[in-house]
């Protein structure tokens, strides 16, 4: 009978503990819902450094080159618009290094319309035919 009376007795205490240990495992499986929900309603940064409620810079990786079982060279546009860059990044297991800035589409084609722009007139491909049949055909004549 000291036997039922010795476990009868364990019994009660063992509730709080058990209680609180299904408390703390609720509160940790609930964690990353209110982090997500957070970071959505803007009080959490999304991503290291960044100010709170700026929003992260759209990426894109436009291509990809293995070079070795883990080593490889990507590149990557950051941001849209005038603002974009395009970075040539070699990524290995430990690091991601920046090989290279590129320049975005839009700021070549605007180098090459003002180059365009401010070039001497060109001769239209028709033109340049004709001038040289006639250089040919004068060069031919003269040998006869």
């Not at 860059?85 to 090459?112: N, P």
Request: charged share 10%; proline share 6%.
């Amino acid at each position: 009978m000291v036997e039922n009376a010795a476990g009868a007795a364990a019994a009660p205490s063992m509730w709080p503990t058990l209680a609180l240990v299904a408390l703390f495992v609720a509160a940790m499986a609930a964690l990353p819902w209110l982090v997500r929900r957070l970071q959505q309603k803007n009080l959490l940064p999304r991503g290291m450094g960044m100010a709170r409620g700026a929003a992260p810079l759209p990426s894109q990786v436009l291509g990809t080159l293995s070079i070795g079982p883990q080593q490889r060279v990507m590149t990557v546009q950051v941001g849209e618009g005038a603002e974009a860059v395009r970075l040539v990044l070699g990524v290995t297991a430990q690091q991601i290094q920046c090989l290279h800035v590129l320049k975005t589409q839009a700021a070549s084609a605007q180098a090459a319309h003002s180059y365009v722009a401010h070039s001497p007139a060109m001769p239209s491909f028709n033109d340049s035919l004709i001038q040289a049949q006639a250089d040919g055909s004068a060069r031919n004549s003269g040998n006869d």
